[in-house]
């Protein structure tokens, strides 16, 4: 059984385009995460949600909308796609947002856009 | 910022040397964690210590915290062909929201 499963785990589509990504944990956490990492490796939160309420939004374009219908699932739609949203996507989940939070990810979505 | 730095960003060592990689950062934090990213896979959690804790073994893993210095250190010990990896320190830091804030981790490779 996979705790934190994204799909898909590749994407390969045009500028301009509008692309979702899927993640579910089964861990009965409360809190899911979106993170970007670049092709330097760096690794960037982008969103959090504690039991479907937004928490951490940093500052990432508006043509990227998370949503949770419930708090095992995060989705990461991304409207109007650049060159520049290349990356690996990665979601990951934690028991509580105010806990000491050791993180549990997922197996990354690579994006590329042409 | 509140990324710090990995130091060093790649690493080449013989299999069961020692291999020791560095972390820095530069708010307070709850706790420094570090993790281990195959290559092409997720994160996988490998150790947490606490702002006060100075040391934390788990295993070969040895990982110690300096608050004053801002700094932490992660040392696997006999390394072998299958710690091949990205390792990455993360800081939880307190400001607004909690949050964990990676940097660019260090390229870990154990040749045999």
């Known amino acids: 059984d996979t705790a934190v499963s ?20 089964n861990l009965g ?22 039991n479907k309420e937004l928490i951490i939004n940093e500052t990432v374009p508006n ?14 739609h991304i409207n109007s796609l650049e060159l520049g949203d290349s990356a690996v996507y990665f979601c990951a989940s934690s028991q509580t947002q105010g806990g000491p939070g050791e993180l549990f990810f997922g197996e990354g979505s690579r994006l590329t856009v042409l | 910022s509140q990324q710090g730095e990995e130091d060093p960003q790649a690493l080449s060592i013989q299999e069961g040397e020692n291999a020791t990689m560095n972390c820095s950062y530069k708010t307070s934090i709850n706790n420094l964690q570090w993790y281990r990213q195959n290559s092409g896979r997720g994160l ?12 934390k073994h788990s295993g070969r893993l040895r990982v110690t915290l300096d608050t004053s ?7 696997i010990t006999a390394s072998r062909a299958a710690d091949t990896a990205s ?3 993360a800081r939880r830091v307190i400001q607004g929201a909690q949050k964990l804030v990676f940097g660019q981790g260090t390229r870990l490779t154990i040749n045999p």
């Open chain 2, 44 to 55: 996988v959690h490998l150790i947490l210590i606490r702002s006060n804790e100075r040391e």
């Open chain 2, 69 to 75: 210095k801002k700094s932490s250190s992660l040392l």
């Open chain 1, 29 to 50: 956490h409360d809190t899911m995460y979106w993170y970007k990492q670049d092709s330097k490796k760096f690794l960037k939160i982008m969103f959090s949600y504690n």
């Open chain 2, 87 to 89: 390792y990455f320190c």
């Open chain 1, 6 to 25: 994204q799909t898909p785990k590749y994407l390969v589509t045009q500028m301009g385009n509008d692309k979702s990504i899927k993640c579910e944990q």
């Open chain 1, 63 to 76: 043509r990227f909308s998370p949503k949770s219908p419930d708090k095992a699932h995060l989705n990461l």
